[in-house]
């Protein structure tokens, strides 16, 4: 999917992840509107999108389904 996509989902609670990301790292956003990883930290959409500005940042996230 691509970042306004991935964007949109995480605003929805979803858990998305990135191509670059390891294999059990995955980011959502709070009600609050920051970010939180699954490692419990916590940063503001601006800070999170200032290091991945990068062209391969803008597709290749994927919603992660339990199953």
Not at 19 to 41: A, I, Q
Request: proline share 4%; aromatic share 14%.
């Amino acid at each position: 999917m691509l970042k306004a996509e991935a964007i949109q989902a995480m605003s929805e609670g979803k858990k998305v992840t990135h191509r670059h990301f390891t294999l059990y790292e995955w980011v959502t956003m709070t009600p609050d509107g920051n970010l939180l990883f699954d490692d419990g930290v916590k940063c503001s959409p601006m800070e999170f999108w200032r290091w991945r500005t990068d062209p391969t940042y803008d597709k290749d996230w994927m919603i992660i389904i339990k199953i």
